[in-house]
């Protein structure tokens, strides 16, 4: 940089970044495989991310599962979260591992978004959040909708203040590397145009703010996969597309397994991704499952995958190999798949997955 460049800049260097830091992605390595395989390595920092979905189709539980992650840090490690639609279940959440105590979580209810807006830039400019929700866009109205009288018409008001506030509060975001989870909801668009003759075409709220902001959009619902046991609903499927990535490669999609007295199973998630060739962590010959030459299971071979499930419970060195290797195999292929130039991938592209 010459001298001359150096003078010009120098009232604004606090503005002046190093381009090799800026586009490091800090992620934070999440216990399942899956939603790491989602995120392109590991959940980002210092981004915005939106959930979006049909009604109780897991977005929240998925957002409070990353928050767990968060808490369990040395620093920053504080989750702000924004109840706007007043449904938390203190219940629910703790089966994911989210720790409700006022030094981990500020369970915040504005009154409406202005204020919640407020709230959110001044605690993140205090650089000791690690992370935002806000649940859910969908319900949170503007001061105007929140002071009109029942019925009067308000359109385009929550749009405008999504715009507005998140237009101000990324650049902040990013300064102090504090995450932030938008939790949206799918609607009926009447007259738009559906991909799948006789299915009804949907759009989420809030305007296109939401989609613009996000580094990384994902559709979340249900997979309609129940788990049973002695006739009893006891679980469910829950499946993730990220629709928009720009911190990784897009359109991946995956599935994960919840059930409701316990949160996710994640060491099915590992072993099915050893189980998978393509990773080259092991080799399958039927029902058997080796280990390959040089990897963390060298030398083992199992009679099927809960043999291989069971083995890895009893050896937590082994596993914590295992998700260091998964993690790797992830970051293989980042560079030559990643677009940064990825826009929002259409619906229309895998609809028949989310059916």
């Known amino acids: 940089m010459t001298k001359g460049i150096q003078s010009a800049l120098k009232k604004?260097?606090?503005?002046?970044?190093?381009?090799?830091?800026?586009?490091?992605?800090?992620?934070?390595?999440?216990?399942?495989?899956?939603?790491?395989?989602?995120?392109?390595?590991?959940?980002?920092?210092?981004?915005?991310?939106?959930?979006?979905?049909?009604?109780?189709?897991?977005?929240?539980?998925?957002?409070?599962?990353?928050?767990?992650h968060i808490q369990r840090r040395e620093e920053r490690n504080t989750v702000a979260f924004f109840d706007m639609e007043r449904t938390f279940d203190k219940n629910y959440a703790r089966t994911v591992g989210l720790d409700l105590s006022p030094e981990k979580l500020l369970f915040l209810r504005p009154m409406d978004g202005e204020q919640m807006f407020e709230m959110?830039?001044?605690?993140?400019?205090?650089?000791?959040?690690?992370?935002?929700?806000?649940?859910?866009?969908?319900?949170?109205?503007?001061?105007?909708?929140?002071?009109?009288?029942?019925?009067?018409?308000?359109?385009?008001?929550?749009?405008?203040?999504?715009?507005?506030?998140?237009?101000?509060?990324?650049?902040?975001?990013?300064?102090?590397?504090?995450?932030?989870?938008?939790?949206?909801?799918?609607?009926?668009?009447?007259?738009?145009?559906?991909?799948?003759?006789?299915?009804?075409?949907?759009?989420?709220?809030?305007?296109?703010?939401p989609k613009f902001y996000s580094s990384w959009r994902a559709r979340v619902q249900r997979s309609g996969k129940d788990i049973t046991e002695k006739g009893v609903v006891i679980g469910n499927g829950i499946k993730i597309k990220n629709v928009k990535s720009k911190i990784g490669p897009p359109k991946r999609v995956s599935e994960m397994v919840l059930y409701y007295d316990r949160g996710f199973d994640t060491m099915d998630e590992y072993v099915s991704f050893i189980a998978n060739e393509e990773f080259g962590l092991a080799t399958v010959r039927g029902a058997w499952i080796y280990g390959v030459d040089g990897g963390f299971l060298e030398g083992q071979k199992f009679q099927g995958r809960q043999k291989l499930r069971e083995f890895l419970e009893t050896n937590p060195d082994t596993l914590e190999k295992c998700k260091f290797e998964i993690i790797e195999r992830f970051k293989e292929n980042l560079a030559s798949d990643v677009d940064p130039d990825d826009e929002e991938a259409a619906v229309e592209d895998d609809w028949n997955q989310f059916q």
Request: without cysteine.
């Open 12 to 68: 604004y260097k606090e503005v002046v970044a190093d381009a090799e830091e800026a586009g490091t992605i800090d992620r934070v390595i999440l216990d399942s495989p899956n939603l790491n395989y989602n995120f392109g390595g590991g959940f980002p920092e210092g981004r915005i991310i939106e959930l979006f979905g049909p009604e109780s189709g897991g977005k929240s539980i998925v957002a409070w599962y990353i928050a767990q």
């Open 120 to 209: 959110a830039h001044e605690l993140v400019a205090t650089g000791e959040i690690g992370l935002i929700i806000f649940d859910s866009i969908a319900a949170m109205p503007s001061s105007r909708t929140a002071d009109a009288d029942y019925g009067k018409a308000t359109f385009g008001s929550e749009a405008a203040l999504l715009s507005a506030g998140l237009r101000k509060l990324n650049p902040y975001l990013s300064k102090h590397n504090t995450s932030l989870i938008m939790v949206n909801q799918e609607r009926d668009d009447i007259g738009g145009f559906s991909p799948v003759p006789g299915m009804t075409p949907t759009k989420t709220t809030g305007g296109r703010a």
